[in-house]
């Protein structure tokens, strides 16, 4: 806030220099971070060393060209005299550090710095060495420009002074038009000690609207990345969100934060062996992901190994001919079985083992024999065509196209586990000539994850964070859990917004398919964003769904909530949108899909041009129920909450979505009674 009091025109004077200084620096890191990449070029090393070097360099060059323009610091700390750590010293806190050296102090930490922790956790009661924090205010939308430094705020938290800060207020309520920002300014002790959780912890953040749990999420990935560059670097860290509308609205965080070059991605693109040509009755999606099916694959795959018919093995070496015996290979095949190791490493240890006995007899008779004689046997003739018989080699497409167009194949694989009525859901209508020409369904291509992670396990990350992981089920979670075998999970949801047929009632469920039952589930219950107005009737629709999640409660005391009850949908609802644009800010109109069409139709009519949910940075945009999760407008005009809530088995759950997607104003247009 400006102040008249001289004093502090002159701080803010003062403190707009420091910046000027900051932006200098900041541009002689880039130019310098280049030039570290051209001198590498000529480095003299190993080229594997030369090569780690190179790509270190440029990746530390493009996040620095790559990073917004945008204010270089939000805060600062001084601590009291007797601070053992850090008496007397001042340290402003920005996204990214700043320096003019790199072995001098730096103009500016990182966020995510251990120093930086006390700007969010520090208090009157416990000033962790604290004797003053400030926190700045910049122009909204601010490039960067040092004269957009129009406030400040300090808090004397050595003199036991606490007071709420009109600034973070401003900048959590601040009207929003475009993708998601960072919340690196504004991040609350509770979401600070998430962000902060170490890398092998698994976490769970069960978050009511408006809480930042998606933020939470990105932040935490950002602290890991710099916590943890090398590992990280080495094993990976992915972002998995519901939708490509939703990945596009995130889309910035992370480079806001000098993070780049992060793989953020649906499950379904990642799991993708074919393009969905196809599509599924519900009921047959909801057996293809419930959790029996993994049972069901893995015995429709193993059923392929098989010592019947297999005779004598018999490799020629020479004048010589050494022979395994039937009874011996069907032991080995039996001792690999019992191993369970994928199925393309098991049909290797036969071989391998087929092989060592082999050559211990060989050798008996010769000698050491050379690894050439150990590379020749391994791939004869005679042992290929035994393994191919006893433990064959196999795709993914092969077992799932044999189990949905061979009945009695999927009777004997899915023996106990599903009903006649499941397997006949499951058998395909119309059998394509072969796996290669088979139209494949988004449920088939988690079911085709299962094999492949059953035939050769898949690389995995070192960490993931998993956002509305609620919709998620058992057979996708277990495909995440593959991903995750040797890391972590930050995941990420709210119970009450679980809008697909198969979505948790309770966390302990994908939890346990996720591979990570006891990690332990935060709740988020105080929205920043979402003000008390607008979750009044979400949560009055919260007694309807059948979750055991407590009502949400928000902290901001403004907002409004608009009923329109009308005849007319279409005209009251460009009569809403017209008033909702001579606001400030975003506009998100939320219709149910069947309705989307005609709502644009008669927006467009009215001349009010709205786009569509993929386009970021839009004034007005229309968005089906179906994709609006995840996504924040500051004003909402929800049409016809009726249709939304009846056009699915988890309508009601749609709704409660739709209804908390607005961070100041909502109107409800409708010409039905209200669900709620």
């Given amino acids: 806030m400006t102040s008249p009091d001289p004093a502090l025109k002159d701080t803010l004077h003062t403190e707009r220099a420091y910046h000027d200084?900051?932006?200098?620096?900041?541009?002689?890191?880039v130019e310098g971070a280049d030039e570290q990449v051209v001198t590498s070029e000529d480095v003299s090393a190993s080229g594997a060393d030369a090569e780690v070097l190179g790509r270190r360099l440029r990746s530390q060059a493009k996040a620095l060209r790559e990073l917004p323009p945008g204010p270089l610091f939000f805060g600062r700390l001084d601590f009291a005299d007797g601070d053992p750590g850090h008496g007397g010293q001042s340290y402003h806190v920005g996204r990214v550090r700043v320096t003019e050296d790199p072995a001098a102090p730096p103009l500016v930490v990182d966020w995510r710095a251990p120093v930086s922790r006390a700007f969010y956790q520090a208090s009157a009661r416990e000033p962790q060495g604290v004797a003053v924090r400030r926190r700045f205010g910049w122009a909204p939308g601010s490039r960067g420009d040092s004269a957009d430094l129009t406030g400040l705020e300090d808090e004397h938290l050595g003199r036991g002074e606490s007071r709420t800060s009109d600034i973070a207020a401003r900048e959590i309520e601040r009207p929003r038009v475009g993708p998601m920002r960072d919340i690196a300014a504004t991040i609350q002790p509770e979401q600070d000690d998430l962000v902060r959780a170490a890398l092998t912890d698994s976490v769970c953040v069960q978050g009511a609207p408006g809480t930042g749990k998606t933020a939470v999420g990105l932040h935490r990935a950002a602290y890991l990345l710099y916590t943890h560059p090398k590992r990280l670097q080495r094993s990976g860290l992915l972002i998995l969100g519901p939708n490509p509308t939703f990945l596009t609205y995130i889309a910035e965080v992370l480079p806001s934060l000098g993070e780049t070059g992060v793989r953020q991605s649906t499950l379904l693109d990642e799991i993708a062996r074919h393009p969905v040509t196809g599509t599924d009755p519900l009921r047959t999606a909801a057996v293809k992901h419930d959790p029996r099916m993994a049972e069901v694959l893995r015995r429709a795959l193993y059923a392929r190994v098989s010592t019947d018919g297999a005779g004598d093995l018999v490799v020629p070496d020479g004048s010589y001919r050494w022979r395994v015996p039937a009874a011996e290979l069907a032991d080995l095949v039996a001792q690999v079985r019992a191993e369970e190791p994928p199925y393309a490493v098991g049909r290797e240890r036969v071989r391998t083992r087929v092989v060592r006995r082999l050559r211990d007899r060989a050798e008996r008779r010769s000698g050491v024999l050379p690894a050439s004689w150990v590379r020749r046997v391994e791939r004869c003739?005679?042992?290929?065509?035994?393994?191919?018989?006893?433990?064959?080699?196999?795709?993914?497409e092969e077992v799932l196209a044999g189990l949905l167009a061979d009945g009695e194949a999927l009777a004997r694989a899915a023996d106990g586990l599903l009903d006649p009525d499941e397997r006949a859901a499951l058998l395909w209508s119309r059998p394509p000539r072969s796996y290669k020409s088979a139209r494949w369904s988004a449920a088939d291509l988690v079911l085709l994850d299962e094999l492949a992670g059953l035939v050769e396990h898949p690389e995995g990350y070192g960490h993931l964070v998993v956002d509305e992981a609620q919709d998620l089920s058992p057979m996708e979670c277990r495909a995440i859990a593959r991903r995750a075998a040797f890391g972590s999970l930050t995941v990420l949801g709210d119970l009450a917004q679980g809008t697909t047929p198969w979505a948790a009632r309770d966390w302990s469920v994908p939890l346990r398919h996720l591979g990570r039952p006891d990690a332990a589930v935060v709740p988020l219950t105080t929205g920043f964003r979402v003000p008390a107005a607008v979750l009044e009737p979400a949560n009055r629709l919260l007694a309807r769904l059948d979750v055991a999640v407590p009502p949400a409660h928000s902290l901001r005391t403004d907002g409004e909530l608009t009923l329109r009850p009308t005849e007319d949908l279409l005209g009251t609802t460009v009569t809403a949108v017209r008033d909702a644009l001579a606001r400030e800010g975003s506009v998100g109109v939320i219709t149910a899909d069947a309705d989307t069409d005609r709502v644009r139709t008669a927006l467009?009519?009215?001349?009010?041009?709205?786009?569509g949910p993929d386009t970021p940075g839009a004034r007005l945009t229309v968005v089906p129920a179906s994709v609006v999760k995840g996504l924040e407008y500051d004003h909402v005009v929800a049409v016809e909450p009726a249709a939304v809530a009846e056009a699915e088995e988890r309508g009601a759950h749609r709704l409660y979505v739709v209804l908390t997607r607005a961070v100041s104003r909502l109107d409800v247009v409708h010409s039905r009674p209200l669900p709620f």
């Avoid at 200084?21 to 541009?27: H, N, Y």
């Avoid at 467009?604 to 786009?611: F, Q, S």
């Fill in 21 to 29: 200084t900051c932006r200098t620096a900041l541009a002689a890191m």
């Fill in 604 to 611: 467009d009519r009215a001349g009010l041009d709205p786009a």
């Fill in 381 to 396: 003739r005679p042992l290929t065509e035994q393994l191919d018989a006893v433990w064959p080699k196999v795709r993914p």
